[in-house]
């Protein structure tokens, strides 16, 4: 499975958009980058995916450079309710397990 | 409620007993897993089911730790001979695999909490 990297902790301010960085440069042809959040005490929750294209949903978008070898989630306008610890995936599309790093603990402060 | 539900949400035993967790997913999912998280980490994967069949375990899973899905529906995970070292959220998640690629996303249970003294 491809690594990911991501910043341990990131700040940002209510109202203003979260920008989470996740660098896989070891991602190959058919694996899929999922994006997935943890708020305290709670299961993960889905946020978005993508393979090639950018992606955008209700709860956010996803930006996948070119080359695929690294991908940006924006939380277009963060709210409190937002901090929590955000996981970047590669997932092979033939596998159905995600492999989870340390993920990336976003704070959103007032 | 119709998301997955753990039973019970925390659990504390003293070395040496046996615990089981059970998780039942969203109804009409084929697929169960199970994680286990520590604290500051993230989810390890441990095992899968799809409907009854195990497809897949970890070497995390050591002899101790058993895990069944006797009729395709609700999910047990037992572990014996608890050490203070199991200590951790048990997390379980299911989907519904649609064929290839599978892109179906996985839903989370609130986990279970083993707490062993």
């Known amino acids: 499975d491809a690594k990911t990297t991501q910043p341990p902790s990131m700040d940002c301010a209510e109202g203003r958009a979260a920008n989470l960085p996740c660098n896989h440069s070891?991602?190959?042809?058919?694996?899929?980058v999922y994006w997935y959040r943890q708020i305290h005490s709670q299961g993960p929750q889905y946020i978005i995916h993508?393979?090639?294209n950018n992606e955008t949903n209700e709860m956010a978008s996803l930006i996948i450079t070119e080359d695929r070898k690294s991908s940006t989630l924006i939380l277009p306008h963060a709210t409190l309710r937002d901090t929590a610890v955000y996981y970047c995936?590669?997932?092979?599309?033939?596998?159905?397990?995600?492999?989870f790093g340390t993920g990336t603990r976003l704070q959103v402060f007032p | 409620d119709t998301g997955v539900s753990q039973d019970p949400r925390h659990k504390i035993t003293k070395r040496g007993q046996n615990v089981t967790f059970r998780c039942d997913p969203i109804?009409?999912?084929?697929?169960l897993y199970w994680y286990r998280q520590t604290l500051g980490q993230g989810p390890e994967f441990l095992t899968y089911f799809q409907n009854e069949a195990q497809l897949e375990k970890s070497r995390l899973l050591s002899d101790r730790f058993s895990a069944e899905r006797p009729k395709g529906s609700f999910s047990t995970l037992e572990i014996q001979r608890t050490e203070q070292g199991d200590s951790a959220m048990y997390l379980c998640?299911?989907?519904?695999?649609?064929?290839?690629?599978?892109?179906?996303?996985?839903?989370f249970g609130e986990g279970s909490r083993l707490t062993v003294l």
């Open positions: 070891t991602i190959s042809g058919n694996e899929y």
């Open positions: 993508g393979l090639k």
């Open positions: 998640a299911s989907s519904f695999r649609r064929g290839t690629p599978n892109t179906g996303e996985l839903f």
């Open positions: 995936i590669v997932r092979p599309g033939l596998t159905d397990k995600l492999i």
């Open positions: 109804s009409e999912h084929n697929r």
